[in-house]
């Protein structure tokens, strides 16, 4: 993928007036089919999950955009040395690329190791975690795949 794509592609913070956005695309009946908890979730719960996370700095929400539109989400959790990432593409947004763009983004400014638990059957997130540099290491007994890259060192 050429850089000029991730280059039209916006990373920035997300804020509390991005929520109403993010649960909308979280309660997508095909990101929960992808998510780890695959129930709805009320907004009261969204709003207090983030509330918490935008306060932890060892968290990190962002909104990604293209052409100042709202194409997706990642998440970077950071604990014991490495990055945990997730991501979700918005439904209008899904088969174009923009997952890899996206994480491509994220994972090409970090230098220390990066993982992702993804859910067994969701082959669109296991792409594009390989696509970035991720190698399948396990698979948990309730069917959640571990993918890792090592630390980056240049």
Known sequence: ???THLKSLLLRLATLEDGPLLLKWRNDKQTQQASHCSTPIKYSEHEKWLNALLQDPLRMLYVVEKNNVAVGSLRSDFANGEFEL???V???HRGQ???KQ?????ADKIKAPIRASIKKGNSASIKIAEYVGMQYVKEEPKGVFHY???AIHE
């Open 86 to 88: 997730s991501w979700t």
């Open 97 to 99: 690329s923009i997952g």
């Open 102 to 106: 996206m994480l491509s983004l994220l």
């Open 148 to 150: 890792q890259r090592a």
């Open 1 to 3: 993928m050429s850089k």
């Open 90 to 92: 918005a439904p209008t």
